[in-house]
């Protein structure tokens, strides 16, 4: 059995571990990632100037994921073309989530009962932050009913939140908690945001993955394939053990972050207090199957200044051009990349197929969005993601709370469900872990 000594262990080669690790990158550090790449949910693929994303694809350049989006390596941009709602064929123009809603052709109770949902939000999202015994009450109020109970939309307007609800939570409506539904929801279109103002790195998300890596220098040593088995803190030192080709190897560090997703962070911790693994036992994770296409089509296609589709009604929740930036001018490139997913229950019954299934039976309607044929579609990749995005199912929110202090003195958590789910969140959890190392580090 191998032996290490370091002052920090890092266990999740995530976003929210990499952000730790970049923080403490002043000090020795091991990062250990179980998989055979960094990253985590944040996964590109590129063949030659094209590339798909098949996790994250909008990285907001917010808090500590503001710094590593700016790294050398990284080029963000903004979205530049059109942003498209496809009903049944009809092609219509959509530039905030609220155009998605109003724009759907619908009748006038349908919107009527959107506009409701909307002002709903709004109201109780307020609530939810106002400080103090007040703000706790109405969201512990909020988390104990479902989103779909707490917004009562139904008909067609009930099914446009429902597609939006997969989209972005990866879950159902009626899964999640009302307190998160609003939460998240507000986030996403609450606050006004436009599509423009989306921004993503070109050459594919996990390029900011590959410049953090490149950005921590010579203290910090990260090793993939490093499945982690144990974790148990004595006398002040954390001991990890971890299983690497087959063989045994012990860390001993002053102080470690747990950053893996909620129900590995679970297995890890459970020798802590009952609070904090009943806490992390409450977070749930609905599902997306992502998927690929190369192209090799040889001159200019209708998508090209369209950077994405989204297409209720169907099983898919949106299709991305992501190379829709580089569109720009008359040289116009032979072939193309192109994204998509499905979200909740729609990607949980394709989420067995095989690849040759999901080609026969899924990519197809892609084609159909775009009314092209399949031919140019030169390959495919899938991407499966039984546990993809962190939600609170009704009654559950608020045990999240005791999560937001480290569990002991040399342990410290980070991961996207430390707060709203997305790269922001996880980053800045990585970083949060990483100053609470720092101080116990100079203590
Ligand atoms: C399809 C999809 C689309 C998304 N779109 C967006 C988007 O557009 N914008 C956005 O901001 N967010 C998006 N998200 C969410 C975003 O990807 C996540 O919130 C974020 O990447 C989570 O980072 P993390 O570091 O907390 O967790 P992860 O990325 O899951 O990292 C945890 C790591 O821990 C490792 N690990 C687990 N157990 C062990 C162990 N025992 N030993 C060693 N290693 C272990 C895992 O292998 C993993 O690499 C999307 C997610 C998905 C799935």
């Known amino acids: 059995m191998s032996e290490i000594d370091v002052e920090c262990v890092v266990i999740g080669g995530g976003i929210a571990g990499l952000t730790a690790a970049y923080r403490l990158r002043e000090h020795s550090v091991v990062v250990l990632e179980g998989s055979d790449r960094l990253g985590g949910r944040v996964q590109s693929q590129s063949r030659g100037d094209y590339w798909v994303n098949l996790g994250a694809m909008f ?21 530049t073309g059109k942003a498209i709602l496809d009903i049944k064929g009809r092609k219509l123009r959509a530039n905030s989530p609220f155009d998605l809603m109003v724009k759907a052709p619908m009748p006038v109770s349908a919107r009527a009962s959107l506009a409701r949902f909307s002002l709903r939000l709004g109201r109780d999202s307020k609530r939810m932050h106002k400080k103090g015994t007040e703000g706790r009450a109405y969201t512990d109020l ?13 008909g067609d307007a009930r099914s446009i939140v429902d597609a939006l609800s997969r989209s972005w939570t990866s879950a159902e409506l009626d899964e999640i908690s009302g307190a998160h539904g609003t939460a998240y929801f507000y986030l996403s279109m609450g606050k006004g945001s436009h599509i423009d103002d989306l921004t993503f790195p ?12 490149a950005a921590l220098g010579s203290n910090v040593a990260v090793q993939t394939e490093a499945i982690v088995r144990s974790l148990r803190s004595e006398n002040g030192i ?3 053990e971890y299983e690497l080709e087959g063989r045994s190897v012990t860390v001993r560090a002053k102080q470690a972050v747990v950053a893996t997703q909620a129900f590995a962070a679970r297995e890890l911790l459970s020798g802590m207090p009952p609070e904090y693994i009943d806490a992390l036992a409450a977070v749930k994770y609905g599902s997306f199957l992502c998927g690929g296409i190369f192209t090799n089509e040889s001159g200019p296609q209708v998508w090209d200044d369209y950077s994405f589709i989204t297409t209720p009604g169907r099983r898919l929740e949106a299709i991305f051009n992501p190379v829709s ?4 001018g008359p040289d116009r490139r032979p072939g193309g990349s192109l994204s998509f997913y499905a979200g909740g229950n729609t990607a949980r019954h394709l989420m067995d197929a095989t690849d040759e299934e999901l080609i026969a039976t899924w990519v197809p309607e892609v084609a159909e969005v775009l009314g092209c044929s399949t031919d140019i579609f030169e390959s495919h990749v899938f991407q499966r993601w039984p546990q993809a995005v962190p939600y609170w199912s009704p009654g559950s929110r608020s045990s999240a709370r005791v999560l937001r202090k480290s569990p002991t003195d040399t342990i410290h958590l980070a991961g996207d469900y430390l707060g709203y789910p997305g790269m922001p969140t996880a980053s800045l959890a990585g ?10 580090l100079s203590a």
């Open 325 to 328: 930036v580089m569109r720009k």
């Open 202 to 213: 070109t050459g594919g998300s996990e390029s900011v993955i590959h410049a953090t890596a």
């Open 59 to 79: 990285v907001a350049p917010e808090g500590p994921l503001a710094e590593l989006a700016h790294l050398p390596g990284v080029d963000l941009n903004h979205l």
């Open 238 to 240: 954390v001991h990890v």
């Open 431 to 440: 970083h949060n872990a990483g100053n609470s190392v720092l101080t116990r």
């Open 142 to 154: 909020l988390d104990s009913r479902s989103a779909a109970d707490v917004f009562g939309v139904s």
